[in-house]
């Protein structure tokens, strides 16, 4: 919540409260703590996202391939990581040469520009990351965006992908004239760029000194190179400026020498900087690694360090979440750490309060990297007090706290009585990648609960009659209701993934609830397995390994690929609770919820195809094979089934070649798998390759 906070107040007011170091050290927070208590995940996970929607006033873009964010490291143990990854996911042996491009990492903020024919056409923000604010006429106004290209040979389409940004020292002057003048001034270069390049008058913009650095590329019509490195010697070529100091490193050595080269010589640079991106040189091996989630996996940002601070923590409170975790939060003295005032830092759990030994009393030091929620790194004074004792009762129901065995987190057994619990599911049921309903925040969401107005998902839906009620209220203009129950009614038709998504089942977060809309298609098939499924896990209570035992429909469930029994118990117990069946009544008579289209992929052999890998592939991984028919529009599943289509044999496989047969289920060697899927890339590749582009939009 803080970050989106931050977000919206960085994205789209150029005014953020906090250092940017900051801002990523909470997204890294964020991060970390999601992987290492993948239950305090939120629904609207920043993680997940890539900025906000714009704000309007400009013309929107949608961008032709969507422009991603980029996965952080800070120590150098995640830039060796990063290079493992990589090289794990190709196939590499140890001895091959993973060639990566170091350069800057740009404070500014990113822009596509678009050339047809040679001609600039437009240019966007990257906004959402999908969709971005026209900024062109302004774009035109900077001394390094070309409005023609020069020569002749450039290809047909292309989108170059950069950094806007302004000089320190122009910073510094636009500061001055605009404290005379007395106007706003900025907090930095990078606000002071975005709120120059986003003026509605292009004529201020062209009177505020901003330039652009070119460093990566969408929609091409032709390749720009065969490497990032040809890329960016080309796009030099073509007029744009290139950000230095880069370097081709061939170890992870060269790339930390690299690093630590650029934050020495950080402050005699014109421009701030962030970190220094590394990005694998051979674009080959770009398109391979393609993108998880909304990053690339052939690139990643070795972000600078954040800044820390002491303070006192004045008291211990817990926080309880959706499924019931308990968070202890250290309320400190407030303190500011590097331009921002903090008050709170997350404890996580029981055991990090142990291992840290922190009491109520003592003086911690703190680190706010990136965004909002700082940690507590360690005790630096101890204030003598007594140490911490965690509840043993839910501080808002008094229920039990219990803990599963192998678990750091405890959670409230109050369920459904829970009001902690009950909010945080709405909340979560409202968020940005569940219903997204515009209007409808945390604090609404509270504002209704206590008043009654809104107890349980559907009653969202049947706000309309007490619209007068409402706007009898402080805070809420006639328009204001309008606008809210318009967003609602926009949110009765829903995709099942969102759908499912936003009940907010225990382990079931983003990937898991479009793997299962993918699987059952309809809400009706889908809950028809999943009564099935609790159906089965009553029987089979103590049946702990082996999903075949439970029962055909479980098995069916865990076979889906990645799913687990963690997923799949969490969905029994759902279903299985009589409560639960009553909000899914209540909800299928509001809403509309629309079967899940597998992904565009015309034309391929494979589209809608449940496939099976086993055995060692030689060709790709596991990892790229499995990508690979994703994007192709395949499930991918972990176990055979009836209702497999192909599986996939390569070498030393066992049981799942033999149930195959067994089943009847064609089974492909690997080469008959690549023969049948060879030149029926998804609709996007196949485009670039048909041009003989090569984009750094990865594969949707
Ligand atoms: S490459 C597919 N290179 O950092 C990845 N990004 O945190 C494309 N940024 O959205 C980005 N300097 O706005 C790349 N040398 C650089 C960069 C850079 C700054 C920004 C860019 C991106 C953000 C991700």
Not at 4 to 11: E, R, T
Not at 224 to 234: I, V
Not at 279 to 302: E, F, M, T
Not at 545 to 569: F, N, Q, S, W
Request: proline content about 4%; glycine content about 8%.
């Amino acid at each position: 919540m803080e970050i989106g906070h931050h977000d919206a107040l960085y994205f789209q007011e150029d005014a953020p409260e906090i250092p940017d170091a900051d801002y990523d050290a909470l997204r890294q927070r964020n991060l970390a703590i999601e992987e290492r208590f993948p239950t305090l995940k939120r629904a609207d996970s920043p993680s997940e996202r890539v900025g906000v929607k714009v704000k309007s006033g400009f013309g929107k873009i949608r961008h032709a391939i969507p422009m991603l964010s980029l996965g952080n490291a800070f120590a150098d143990a995640d830039v060796e990581e990063f290079v493992e990854r990589v090289r794990r996911f190709l196939g590499l042996g140890a001895e091959e040469e993973v060639a990566v491009l170091a350069e800057p990492k740009i404070d500014g903020l990113s822009a596509n520009l678009r050339y047809e024919g040679g001609r600039l056409v437009h240019a966007a923000t990257r906004g959402d990351g999908a969709e971005g604010e026209d900024v062109t006429r302004n774009m035109l106004t900077l001394d390094d965006v070309p409005e023609s290209l020069p020569g002749r040979d450039w290809p047909e389409v292309l989108e170059v992908r950069g950094e806007v940004y302004m000089r320190k020292s122009d910073f510094l002057a636009l500061n001055a004239r605009q404290e005379e003048r007395g106007n706003k001034v900025f907090a930095n270069p990078r606000n002071a760029a975005a709120g120059s390049l986003r003026q509605l008058d292009p004529k201020i913009t062209a009177d505020r000194p901003l330039h652009f650095f070119g460093y990566a590329w969408g929609e091409v019509g032709r390749a720009l190179g065969e490497t990032q490195d040809e890329a960016r010697r080309t796009l030099e070529g073509l007029g744009f400026t290139l950000n230095e100091p880069a370097r081709l490193c061939r170890t992870v050595a060269e790339m930390l020498d690299h690093y630590r080269e650029i934050e020495r010589t950080r402050a005699a640079l014109e421009f701030d900087i962030d970190g220094v991106v590394y990005k694998v040189n051979r674009l080959d091996w770009q398109q391979r690694l393609g993108q998880v989630s909304r990053a690339p996996r052939w690139a990643i940002a070795h972000k600078f360090a954040a800044e820390k601070a002491e303070t006192l923590v004045k008291d211990i409170t817990i926080q309880v979440g959706r499924t019931g975790a308990l968070t202890p939060v250290a309320n400190l003295e407030p303190v500011t750490v590097g331009g921002v005032v903090v008050s709170r830092a997350t404890l996580h759990n029981q055991d990090e309060i142990e291992r840290l030994g922190v009491k109520i009393g003592d003086k911690v030091r703190i680190q706010r990297a990136g965004d909002v929620i700082p940690q507590v790194l360690e005790v630096t004074e101890d204030g003598g007090g007594e140490s911490y004792r965690f509840p043993d009762k839910c501080p808002v129901c008094a229920s039990d706290v219990e803990r599963e065995e192998g678990e750091v987190v405890w959670r409230c057994t109050g369920g459904l009585i829970c009001d902690a619990q009950a909010v945080e599911r709405l909340k979560h049921f409202v968020s940005r990648d569940a219903f997204d309903i515009e209007g409808m925040g945390t604090k609404v969401i509270e504002e209704f609960w206590t008043d009654g107005l809104i107890k349980e998902p559907a009653d969202i839906f049947r706000l309309a009659p007490h619209a007068e009620a409402i706007k009898g209220r402080d805070r809420w203009a006639d328009q204001k209701v309008r606008n809210l129950l318009e967003a609602i009614e926009d949110r009765r038709e829903i995709p099942l993934d969102r759908f499912i998504y936003a009940l907010g089942i225990r382990h079931v977060g983003q990937t898991t609830a479009k793997l299962l809309a993918r699987n059952y298609t309809s809400l009706d098939a889908w809950r028809a397995a999943m009564e099935r499924v609790a159906d089965e896990r009553k029987e089979t209570p103590d049946e702990t390994k082996k999903p075949d035992r439970v029962g055909e429909a479980y098995a069916e469930l865990t076979g889906i690929d990645t799913v687990g029994m963690a997923a799949a118990d969490s969905l029994a117990a759902f279903f299985g609770e009589a409560h639960n069946l009553t909000v899914l009544n209540g909800l299928a008579g509001e809403l509309d919820v629309t079967d899940v289209a597998a992904p565009a992929a015309d034309g391929s052999p494979v589209a809608g195809k449940t496939v099976v890998f086993t055995g060692t592939l030689e060709k790709m991984t596991r990892s790229e094979a499995k990508a690979r028919a994703e994007s192709l529009g395949a499930k991918v599943a972990g176990s055979v089934s009836k209702k497999t289509d192909y599986v996939i044999v390569g070498a030393d496989a066992g049981s799942k070649a033999k149930k195959a047969s067994e089943l009847g289920v064609a089974t492909l060697s690997e080469d008959d798998w690549l023969d049948l899927i060879q030149d029926k890339q998804s609709g996007e590749d196949r485009d670039a390759e048909h041009n003989g582009g090569n984009t750094q939009g990865a594969l949707l």
